[in-house]
Each structure stands twice: as structure tokens, then as C-alpha cells.
């Protein structure tokens, strides 16, 4: 969806110019690439956390829920930048734009939503405590 949408704002012209000169459509790639940096960077932490595991203890499952609610808002708010930048056009069944996004948010729906890995994220963390959450976040 980032290349689709970087190509797409180089090649299409309003008000005489191409709409990658504008300083507001100039974001939303940034943006796009900072969700899928994100998603990337927890993906890869909770894999390396899961594989040098020997067990799925608490802190296997703060980096795996972590990376499933972070990569699920990368699908969601990216897929909505690209389609910002495509000027909607991208839900036409014309433009291939729609095949990406719609693959996006299915993939957003396995295995639970991010609403509901935040709710068990939130649910392991209350029952260990207050004064356990920092230690747990600062050993990641």
C-alpha cells in the first residue's frame, strides 16, 4: 500500500502540479511507514522473545499481544492513509489498491482484534499489579 500510494502521488497533478508537492500529502507516506515500521519492530521483538523462550511466560505474552495490537493499527490507519492519498478512488474495484487494503484489515481480524489482545494485555497486567508493571515493561 506505501508504494502503491508514494507512485500514485508522483504520478497524479492538481492544480497543476503533482499532489506529492504538497506538504499535507507529503505526510501520509511518512505516516503509512511509521505505522508499518512499528508493527515491524514488535513482529520482530516478539518473535525473537517466542524463539529464545522456554516457556510462553508474561513476558512472551506482552511482546506477542504487543505485536499483534500494534501490527492490527498498521493495517487499520495505513490502509485509511492510503486511501486518503488515492482520494478514495482505491475502493474501486478498478484500482488494485482495494486488494491490498481489504487483505490488510482480514488480517486484521485473525486470531482477535486489537481491542481484544489490548483487553487481555490490560487483564495480565492488573492481576500481576502495579508494582510489577514497570519491571515487566523495562525487561523488554
Not at 525473537?48 to 505485536?67: G, H, K, P, V, Y
Not at 486518503?84 to 487494503?101: K, N
Request: charged share 25%; aromatic share 8%.
Amino acid at each position: 500500500m506505501l508504494d502503491i500510494s508514494v507512485r500514485y502521488s508522483n504520478e497524479r497533478v492538481a492544480f497543476e502540479k503533482k499532489i506529492s508537492k504538497f506538504q499535507a500529502v507529503q505526510h501520509k507516506p511518512c505516516q503509512i511507514g511509521r505505522r508499518i515500521g512499528g508493527g515491524a519492530r514488535a513482529a520482530t521483538s516478539a518473535a525473537d522473545t517466542i524463539a529464545n523462550s522456554t516457556s510462553f511466560d508474561d513476558a512472551a505474552f506482552l511482546e506477542a499481544a504487543a505485536a499483534k495490537i500494534r501490527c492490527s493499527e498498521a493495517a487499520e490507519k495505513g490502509g485509511a492513509i492510503a486511501h486518503q492519498v488515492h482520494g478514495a478512488i482505491g475502493f474501486t474495484i478498478e484500482h488494485i489498491l482495494h486488494r491490498y487494503s481489504l487483505r490488510a484489515l482480514a488480517w486484521r481480524d485473525d486470531f482477535g482484534s486489537e481491542s481484544y489482545w489490548a483487553v487481555e494485555l490490560g487483564k495480565m497486567v492488573a492481576a500481576r499489579g502495579a508494582d510489577e508493571l514497570w519491571p515487566l515493561v523495562a525487561s523488554r
